[in-house]
């Protein structure tokens, strides 16, 4: 049995994956050409999903005649299936989960941001201003507000627990997600605005699918607090950019704390970079220390799988 790890520019070592499985033959494409060589007689692909462009995409359907198995090392699938899908027949996992944590410090770090303003007191601290009086006064404190999760996956529950631990109210926007010790209140997608009513934060952790494409519009942001901040650290389509820009505006919502937009990045010429209410960080969420040895274990665990003909983990795509 032949894997091809399509890792292009990336460093992670799958070294240690390779003698878990002496019986496979491993190979590493790092080029288009390395790719388009290797997956022609591959059974199985391992790679990112940022690294699945559309020449990957059309080699993979035309050259790959014996895949069977694709193994994403990350989650969202939105990319690969913009640029061209995969080939019939093929079943895709990812690795869900395994960079929850880092999502959800980074976003509960854009509430904080927002809610001790770090942006004034280093704007002050530029000026050599000492602004305590003012900077008090817009401080807002985290205890008994309520912070809405949009999704309820690996990453909108690591959220709900650090905001539990701050002694906030979570409730929840889930098909499948049930009340419990954290998340106080569950709505269907269908419930969406009597959710987005009582918020004081919000935060995005959906998939990207033709269900949450355009979710957040003008609509939505009618329905929530004037007070209120939005936080994305899903995906960019999940709202219409030009209905958040115009609510952001004109105060609908006070705030907006994006770590992905429609566009990566941005138009020179969007206000996403000058508006005073938005922090806008560069798709970062889920960077830092990569577990790589929980990583290499999830990947383990489907290749035992597939070679005992059992049924994989994380699938996310064919069947």
């Not at 904080?112 to 807002?140: G, M, P, Y």
């Not at 929840?172 to 934060?201: G, I, K, T, W």
Request: glycine share 6%; proline share 4%.
């Amino acid at each position: 049995m032949k894997v091809v790890c399509h890792l292009a520019e990336r460093k992670t070592d799958l070294t240690p994956l390779f003698a878990l499985f002496p019986q496979i033959e491993f190979t590493i494409a790092r080029t288009g050409d390395d790719f388009a060589r290797d997956i022609a007689d591959a059974e199985i692909m391992i790679g990112w999903t940022a690294d699945y462009s559309t020449r990957i995409a059309e080699l993979a359907k035309s050259r790959a005649k014996n895949l069977k198995f694709i193994q994403f090392c990350t989650s969202g699938i939105d990319t690969p299936l913009k640029n061209g899908g995969f080939p019939p027949n093929v079943i895709v996992a990812n690795c869900a989960g395994l960079r929850a944590a880092n999502i959800a410090e980074h976003g509960f770090g854009l509430i904080l941001h927002h809610t001790r303003q770090l942006a004034f007191a280093e704007e002050a601290r530029r000026q050599k201003r000492w602004t305590r009086a003012e900077t008090s006064q817009r401080i807002r404190p985290l205890r008994g507000s309520t912070l809405c999760i949009l999704g309820m996956g690996h990453v909108g529950q690591a959220l709900a627990r650090r905001a539990k631990s701050f002694d906030m109210r979570v409730i929840a926007v889930s098909r499948a997600y049930e009340p419990d010790d954290v998340v106080e209140e569950c709505f269907l997608r269908e419930q969406l605005n009597d959710a987005l009513a009582q918020a004081d934060f919000v935060a995005i952790c959906l998939p990207s699918e033709s269900a949450t494409q355009g979710l957040m519009n003008i609509n939505r942001f009618c329905v929530m607090k004037r007070s209120a901040l939005l936080i994305n650290l899903a995906r960019g389509d999940i709202l219409v950019e030009s209905d958040l820009i115009e609510a952001l505006q004109t105060g609908l919502i006070a705030a907006a704390s994006l770590d992905v937009t429609h566009d990566e990045p941005p138009d020179q010429n969007s206000p996403l970079w000058t508006l005073d209410n938005v922090t806008l960080t560069p798709h970062v969420a889920g960077a830092g220390r990569e577990d790589a040895d929980i990583l290499i274990g999830m990947i383990a665990e489907n290749l035992r799988l597939f070679l005992s003909g059992k049924a994989l983990r994380r699938v996310v795509y064919g069947s």
